[in-house]
């Protein structure tokens, strides 16, 4: 007798792993994928993870690559069509400090392997707020699309002062038309009355708290660490998790 046997399946998150310094995807066969439920996890190519079946709504993955310090994500069931970067640190700059004209560097101490972020201007990338969706989340545009859209932090700022850190993704509908979108609706910041988009350059400490962020084309302007929740009205304010001594520990700029 012939037992025919169906498998299905159920979507439940996808992620894509990018690299903090080059934003491009990182794709390789070694990544350990750790989730905190019981899932079934498939590789695609661009450095994409599709996870299957999780038997919980929400979920955390951690994500160890060599090379990369590991990466912590709270991933909730969402389509195919909302795809969550997720940045991986380098353990070191590598060959890629080689590759570009202006560089400059910064480091210090914060607890092991906590995450710190750095407020930045760059040269290089303009970000505009467009409009806000349905759904809370706000839609921009960028003149360097897979700079800003590939789950960047972002530090938003409003006519009141208010200030929100967010996540950048890329949703598929806006995708053909070169926009991108915040990861999740805004909670504090009136979307309606942005009056500043400014990236924010992230690293995760190693075992001894040490920390590199590689920045391109940085502008000379005042460079502040951030506080951890991103919510605080003042982004001058040090994080709890780094001392206030940031240093610039080196600036090259090649003529190629």
Same mark, same amino acid.
């Given at each position: 007798?012939?037992?025919?046997?169906?498998?299905?399946?159920?979507?439940?998150?996808? !992620?894509?792993?990018?690299?903090?310094?080059?934003?491009?995807?990182?794709?390789?066969?070694?990544?350990?994928?750790?989730?905190?439920?019981?899932?079934? %996890?498939?590789?695609k190519?661009?450095?994409?993870?599709?996870?299957?079946?999780?038997?919980?709504?929400?979920?955390? %993955?951690?994500?160890?690559?060599?090379?990369?310090?590991?990466?912590?994500?709270?991933?909730?069931?969402?389509?195919?069509?909302?795809i969550?970067?997720?940045?991986?640190?380098p353990?070191?700059l590598?060959?890629?400090?080689?590759?570009?004209?202006?560089?400059?560097?910064?480091?210090?101490i914060?607890?092991?392997?906590?995450?710190v972020?750095?407020?930045?201007?760059?040269?290089?990338?303009?970000?505009?707020?467009?409009?806000?969706?349905?759904?809370?989340?706000?839609?921009?545009?960028?003149?360097?699309?897979?700079?800003?859209?590939?789950?960047?932090?972002?530090?938003?700022?409003?006519?009141?002062?208010?200030?929100?850190?967010?996540?950048?993704? %890329?949703?598929?509908?806006?995708?053909?038309?070169r926009?991108?979108?915040?990861?999740?609706p805004?909670? !504090?910041?009136?979307?309606?009355?942005?009056?500043? !988009?400014?990236?924010?350059?992230?690293?995760?400490?190693?075992?001894?708290?040490?920390?590199?962020?590689?920045?391109?084309?940085?502008?000379?302007?005042?460079?502040?660490?951030?506080?951890?929740?991103?919510?605080?009205?003042?982004?001058?304010?040090?994080?709890?998790?780094?001392?206030?001594?940031l240093?610039?520990?080196?600036?090259?700029?090649?003529?190629g």
């Amino acid at each position: 007798m012939k037992t025919d046997i169906t498998l299905s399946f159920s979507l439940s998150s996808v !992620i894509q792993l990018v690299d903090e310094h080059t934003n491009q995807y990182i794709q390789s066969g070694k990544a350990r994928i750790y989730t905190s439920c019981p899932t079934k %996890v498939v590789q695609k190519e661009n450095g994409i993870y599709v996870f299957l079946n999780a038997e919980s709504p929400e979920f955390q %993955v951690r994500v160890e690559l060599p090379a990369y310090r590991f990466e912590i994500r709270m991933l909730k069931r969402s389509s195919l069509d909302n795809i969550i970067p997720v940045r991986m640190t380098p353990k070191n700059l590598g060959i890629w400090t080689l590759q570009n004209r202006d560089v400059t560097y910064f480091s210090g101490i914060a607890q092991p392997e906590s995450y710190v972020r750095l407020l930045c201007p760059v040269r290089y990338c303009q970000i505009r707020f467009c409009k806000q969706l349905r759904d809370g989340r706000i839609l921009m545009e960028s003149s360097n699309f897979l700079y800003a859209a590939t789950g960047r932090s972002l530090l938003l700022r409003d006519k009141a002062g208010r200030t929100e850190l967010i996540q950048t993704a %890329v949703d598929k509908v806006y995708l053909s038309e070169r926009y991108f979108v915040s990861a999740a609706p805004l909670k !504090i910041v009136s979307a309606e009355d942005i009056i500043e !988009i400014q990236p924010v350059f992230c690293a995760r400490a190693d075992a001894e708290g040490n920390y590199i962020i590689a920045v391109e084309e940085a502008e000379e302007k005042e460079i502040f660490l951030i506080e951890e929740d991103g919510t605080s009205e003042s982004v001058t304010a040090v994080s709890s998790e780094a001392k206030p001594n940031l240093k610039q520990v080196q600036k090259s700029r090649r003529d190629g």
